[in-house]
């Protein structure tokens, strides 16, 4: 926990010193405020149901997103946090399903990044960025928001709220060749994993470091992971079609120095957002992820069924897809 606030206090002292180059700054500033909701609501009741004709279902969630973007003569500021969440409940169609609600997503991020112009250009820029990761509410191997049986076995907490933490900070240079692409990149950059629950960080499952003998027996276990290596960040923002089509795309690329550095983290978003009315949109969000110490489920048995006896955990790359009705606002 004391490299977690190391981490943060070096962002901030970061920043206060690009504030100190410039004091006149802070006198050409705007800040722009913005919110966004997306729902993923739906929902099917059926009583006394014809043989064939399915069951109940409700399903509840979305994605919000709060942003707070700064702009001056010399520099930028862009910070946004970002919830994506989706349950669902069905209707019970044996004694022995669990009842409750299933979770289908669980994302917490924040992101931060400034910059300050070096030079007479808009081009280049002296920068720093931060990613944080986590979830609000603890997930079960089955996938039900409380303990339950599946098959007759006890059901165990995976992880749960800063269990585990990912961070990662960047401090670097960024270049600009117009006002819709940015590249970043960081020369020592670190990352930060941080799982709070004893219990599940000797799951060896969150990247956490972890000793094993030949057997695959636990030795010993930290509750963190702490890489220093290069980031490459590229990210794009455009639109489309007098403004009703807007892309927001980025590309992240982590090597760690310490531990295989050809083995790279990759997560690569994008968000198409079609405006329909005034503040009215249809999103279509696409996610890619990977890192080479975090444990997926794989459908071994490629029976469509996560997390049964047939699967198994490995690092692999993890395919995100939404779309939803998103209302914004800006304040």
Same mark, same amino acid.
């Given at each position: 926990?004391?490299?977690?606030l190391?981490?943060f206090?070096?962002?901030?002292?970061?920043i206060s010193?690009a504030?100190?180059?410039?004091?006149?700054?802070?006198?050409?500033?705007t800040?722009?405020?913005? @919110?966004?909701?997306?729902?993923?609501?739906s929902? /099917?009741?059926?009583?006394?149901?014809r043989?064939?004709?399915? *069951?109940?279902?409700l399903a509840?969630?979305g994605?919000?997103?709060?942003s707070?973007? !700064?702009?001056?003569?010399r520099s930028f500021?862009r910070n946004?946090?970002?919830?994506?969440?989706?349950?669902?409940?069905?209707?019970r %169609?044996?004694p022995t399903?669990p009842?409750?609600?299933l979770?289908?997503?669980d994302?917490?991020r924040l992101t931060?990044?400034?910059g300050?112009k070096v030079g007479?250009g808009?081009?280049?820029?002296?920068?720093?960025?931060?990613?944080?990761q986590?979830?609000l509410?603890? *997930?079960?191997?089955?996938?039900?928001?409380?303990?339950t049986r599946?098959?007759g076995?006890?059901?165990r907490?995976?992880?749960?709220?800063?269990s585990? /933490?990912? %961070?990662q900070?960047? #401090?670097?240079?960024t270049?600009? #060749?117009n006002?819709?692409?940015?590249?970043?990149?960081?020369?020592a950059a670190?990352?930060?994993?941080?799982?709070?629950?004893?219990?599940?960080a000797?799951?060896?499952?969150h990247?956490?470091?972890?000793?094993?003998d030949a057997?695959g027996?636990?030795l010993?276990?930290?509750?963190f992971?702490?890489?220093?290596?290069?980031?490459?960040i @590229?990210r794009?923002?455009?639109?489309?079609?007098n403004d !009703?089509?807007a892309?927001?795309s980025?590309?992240?690329?982590f090597?760690n120095?310490?531990?295989?550095?050809?083995?790279?983290?990759?997560l690569f978003?994008?968000n198409?957002?079609?405006?329909?009315?005034?503040?009215l949109?249809?999103?279509?969000l696409?996610?890619?992820?990977?890192? #080479?110490?975090?444990?997926?489920?794989?459908?071994?048995?490629?029976?469509?069924?996560?997390?049964d006896?047939?699967?198994?955990?490995?690092p692999? *790359?993890?395919? *995100?897809?939404a779309?939803?009705?998103?209302?914004?606002?800006?304040f």
């Amino acid at each position: 926990m004391r490299t977690l606030l190391l981490l943060f206090a070096s962002i901030f002292a970061f920043i206060s010193f690009a504030h100190a180059q410039n004091p006149a700054a802070s006198k050409d500033t705007t800040w722009r405020f913005q @919110g966004g909701l997306g729902f993923d609501l739906s929902g /099917l009741g059926i009583i006394n149901p014809r043989v064939g004709a399915g *069951t109940n279902r409700l399903a509840v969630g979305g994605l919000g997103t709060l942003s707070a973007n !700064r702009l001056s003569a010399r520099s930028f500021w862009r910070n946004q946090l970002s919830l994506q969440l989706v349950l669902q409940q069905q209707g019970r %169609t044996s004694p022995t399903q669990p009842t409750g609600f299933l979770k289908n997503l669980d994302v917490l991020r924040l992101t931060s990044t400034y910059g300050y112009k070096v030079g007479a250009g808009d081009k280049w820029f002296i920068s720093a960025d931060l990613l944080a990761q986590s979830q609000l509410l603890p *997930t079960y191997q089955s996938n039900y928001l409380r303990a339950t049986r599946i098959n007759g076995k006890p059901d165990r907490l995976v992880a749960n709220f800063l269990s585990p /933490l990912i %961070t990662q900070f960047s #401090p670097g240079i960024t270049f600009k #060749p117009n006002k819709h692409l940015s590249f970043q990149y960081s020369p020592a950059a670190v990352r930060f994993i941080y799982v709070a629950d004893d219990s599940l960080a000797i799951l060896d499952i969150h990247g956490n470091e972890v000793k094993k003998d030949a057997q695959g027996n636990i030795l010993e276990y930290n509750n963190f992971f702490l890489g220093l290596g290069s980031e490459l960040i @590229g990210r794009y923002e455009n639109k489309y079609f007098n403004d !009703r089509l807007a892309v927001v795309s980025s590309l992240r690329l982590f090597s760690n120095y310490l531990d295989k550095p050809q083995n790279l983290v990759v997560l690569f978003s994008n968000n198409f957002s079609l405006q329909l009315f005034k503040g009215l949109s249809l999103d279509l969000l696409g996610e890619a992820f990977y890192d #080479p110490n975090l444990k997926m489920i794989i459908d071994a048995n490629e029976n469509r069924i996560y997390g049964d006896d047939g699967d198994r955990q490995a690092p692999a *790359t993890q395919l *995100t897809g939404a779309f939803m009705l998103k209302y914004n606002v800006i304040f």
